[in-house]
């Protein structure tokens, strides 16, 4: 037996909601046909939006959406975007595919598909290719209440109220698809471009430095040291650095298969996805350098899987299958993201629709939920709760080269006081008893859900739950606390009140 310790006098940091947060890339079928299929579809819509995806994301509490990309946020010109459908200029996608961008999906349909989902917005700018008067301009386009250019088209156009826009990106990935910059004359150009992404409410835009890959240490450090010590830049300069991690099981030229895969390589894709928190507390380390007072947020913008495509897709579409492998990645992370509330205030799977880790899969008129959408729902309570200290025993489990801890925990303490434990169990074939104590609380009430399944399950589009949530009911409550009995291959959200 293991034990599982809630410290509940020692209150840490508030998890942002938005560590729930989701992207959407012009990339495959995630924004065409995944969330948007225009108004004269057969496909069940509202102003072009799909119905089922709509309220599936609903359902999961999607805090925030991260638009319109990627690599392809630095080639996007938004004013392609707007105006009226007939007339909005064709171009190639030519990261993803090469196939023709219609521009059918733009601005106006961006903030519309926010506001059914009732959740923030999230822009990344072009600094690639584009200019600071383009970007400037898109902010007052957005965001300006008065007379000017951008607000007069905006108001042409069909909107007379600007949006709301909660976090910009002044460029995405620009130590590569962004422009292959250099850390230091990127962060010179960050400053420029930031300055004249102006405020034009009181609400002051969240703005987004690019920041590292995996352990690129040099680039967050010589970036951080370009923008210099808080207090040596006005507080506007910046509010967050990003950071991408995508775990890939083999090398790139060969990433492996999203189903079909050995225990082998299951115990390697963990091992991988669990580097995310070596990562972020090297990356936070050197951030406590310049910004002790975790103002700078870290902001996990890119993470997830990724395989090799489903055999028979196009190879630019990144368009894979989604296995109860890839509930444990994301259970772990969102573990890892809640333990690092502190510094880390959004982070966004990659992504949202039919691409790479996708919480949902369409083909059609049809939809199917993947695994990962149901940790997303196990884990919803946590936005927006309190983190608690907690303490969990552990093993070391895996294979001769990969090992990882077996389990993996965070906890948090709701509005009302009921204790929200997010478990996951790593193993693929040993089920574990653990005895959740919490100092200081008497145990209420307990209910749970649980996912569960063999490492491969998945569901497809003739088999539509063949992963999906369970009550859980094999704990016992006992006067000193609560013993679950946790299966291999799981993960389980449990509630004491
Ligand atoms: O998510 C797919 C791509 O991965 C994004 O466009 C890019 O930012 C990253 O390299």
């Given at each position: 037996?293991?034990?599982?310790?809630?410290?509940?006098?020692e209150?840490?940091?508030?998890?942002?909601?938005?560590?729930?947060?989701?992207?959407?890339?012009?990339?495959?079928?995630?924004?065409?046909?995944?969330l948007?299929?225009?108004?004269?579809?057969?496909?069940?819509?509202?102003k072009?939006?799909?119905?089922?995806?709509?309220?599936?994301?609903?359902?999961?509490?999607?805090?925030?959406?991260?638009?319109?990309?990627?690599c392809?946020?630095?080639?996007?010109?938004?004013k392609d975007?707007?105006?009226?459908?007939e007339?909005?200029?064709k171009?190639?996608?030519?990261?993803?595919?090469g196939?023709?961008?219609?521009?059918?999906?733009g601005?106006h349909?961006?903030m519309?598909?926010?506001?059914?989902?009732?959740?923030?917005?999230?822009i990344?700018?072009?600094?690639?290719?584009?200019?600071?008067?383009?970007?400037?301009?898109?902010?007052?386009y957005?965001?300006?209440?008065?007379l000017?250019?951008?607000?007069?088209?905006?108001?042409e156009?069909?909107?007379?109220?600007?949006?709301d826009?909660k976090?910009v990106g002044?460029?995405?990935?620009?130590?590569?698809?962004?422009?292959?910059?250099?850390?230091?004359?990127y962060?010179?150009?960050?400053?420029r471009?930031?300055?004249?992404?102006?405020?034009?409410?009181?609400?002051?835009?969240?703005?987004?430095?690019?920041?590292?890959?995996n352990?690129?240490?040099?680039?967050t450090?010589t970036?951080?040291k370009?923008?210099?010590?808080?207090g040596?830049?006005?507080?506007?300069?910046?509010?967050?650095?990003?950071?991408?991690?995508?775990?890939?099981?083999?090398?790139?030229?060969?990433?492996?298969?999203?189903?079909?895969?050995?225990?082998?390589?299951?115990?390697?894709?963990?091992?991988?996805?669990?580097?995310?928190?070596?990562?972020?507390?090297?990356?936070?380390?050197?951030?406590?350098?310049?910004?002790?007072?975790?103002?700078i947020?870290?902001?996990?913008?890119?993470?997830?899987?990724?395989?090799?495509?489903?055999?028979?897709?196009?190879?630019?579409?990144?368009?894979?299958?989604?296995?109860?492998?890839?509930a444990?990645?994301?259970?772990?992370?969102?573990?890892?993201?809640?333990?690092?509330?502190?510094r880390?205030k959004?982070?966004?799977i990659?992504?949202?629709?039919?691409?790479?880790?996708?919480?949902?899969?369409?083909d059609?008129?049809?939809?199917i939920?993947?695994?990962?959408?149901?940790?997303?729902?196990?884990?919803?309570?946590?936005?927006?709760?309190?983190?608690?200290?907690?303490?969990?025993?552990?093993?070391?489990?895996?294979?001769?080269?990969?090992?990882?801890?077996?389990?993996?925990?965070?906890?948090?303490?709701l509005e009302?006081?009921?204790?929200?434990?997010?478990?996951v169990?790593?193993?693929?074939?040993?089920?574990?008893?653990?005895?959740?104590?919490?100092?200081?609380?008497?145990?209420?009430e307990?209910?749970?859900k649980?996912?569960?399944?063999?490492?491969?399950?998945h569901?497809?589009f003739?088999?539509?739950?063949?992963?999906?949530?369970?009550?859980?009911?094999?704990?016992?409550?006992?006067?000193?606390?609560v013993?679950?009995?946790?299966?291999?291959?799981?993960?389980?959200?449990?509630?004491i009140?």
């Open positions: 037996m293991k034990r599982l310790v809630i410290n509940t006098i209150k840490k940091s508030k998890i942002s909601k938005d560590i729930y947060g989701h992207f959407s890339e012009h990339l495959g079928r995630c924004i065409y046909e995944g948007y299929v225009g108004e004269n579809s057969d496909i069940p819509n509202v072009g939006m799909r119905k089922d995806v709509v309220e599936a994301l609903k359902n999961i509490k999607i805090p925030v959406l991260r638009w319109p990309g990627g392809f946020a630095d080639e996007y010109h938004w975007g707007i105006g009226p459908k007339t909005r200029k171009m190639i996608n030519t990261h993803w595919g196939v023709t961008e219609d521009n059918s999906f601005t349909e961006f519309e598909l926010c506001d059914q989902l009732g959740c923030d917005t999230y990344n700018m072009n600094v690639g290719s584009g200019s600071v008067q383009e970007m400037s301009e898109w902010v007052e957005l965001t300006f209440n008065g000017s250019p951008m607000a007069k088209m905006r108001e156009n069909g909107r007379k109220e600007p949006w826009v976090y002044v460029g995405n990935e620009n130590w590569g698809c962004g422009g292959n910059m250099r850390p230091e004359h962060a010179n150009e960050y400053r471009y930031s300055t004249y992404c102006r405020n034009y409410t009181d609400k002051k835009l969240y703005k987004i430095m690019c920041g590292p890959n352990d690129d240490y040099n680039w450090e970036t951080m370009t923008i210099g010590k808080r040596t830049y006005t507080s506007d300069l910046i509010s967050g650095i990003s950071l991408h991690y995508y775990t890939v099981p083999g090398v790139w030229e060969h990433k492996g298969s999203a189903t079909d895969f050995t225990r082998e390589e299951y115990y390697t894709t963990i091992r991988k996805a669990y580097k995310i928190d070596e990562y972020i507390t090297r990356h936070s380390d050197i951030l406590n350098q310049y910004d002790p007072e975790k103002e947020g870290l902001i996990v913008d890119e993470w997830g899987a990724w395989y090799d495509v489903e055999p028979g897709t196009n190879p630019g579409f990144l368009y894979q299958q989604n296995t109860m492998r890839d444990i990645i994301a259970g772990v992370s969102l573990n890892v993201f809640n333990q690092h509330s502190d880390v959004m982070a966004n990659a992504q949202l629709v039919n691409v790479l880790q996708s919480v949902i899969l369409t059609g008129e049809n939809m939920l993947t695994p990962t959408y149901h940790v997303f729902d196990l884990y919803k309570d946590h936005q927006n709760a309190t983190l608690l200290a907690s303490y969990i025993e552990n093993e070391t489990i895996g294979t001769e080269t990969d090992k990882i801890p077996m389990l993996s925990q965070s906890v948090s303490v009302d006081g009921t204790i929200n434990i997010t478990l169990n790593m193993s693929d074939d040993k089920a574990e008893e653990v005895k959740v104590i919490t100092v200081e609380k008497t145990t209420g307990v209910s749970g649980i996912l569960t399944g063999e490492m491969h399950d569901n497809t003739t088999d539509k739950e063949k992963v999906k949530l369970a009550d859980y009911t094999d704990f016992k409550v006992e006067s000193d606390g013993v679950m009995q946790v299966p291999a291959m799981s993960v389980i959200n449990l509630k009140k």
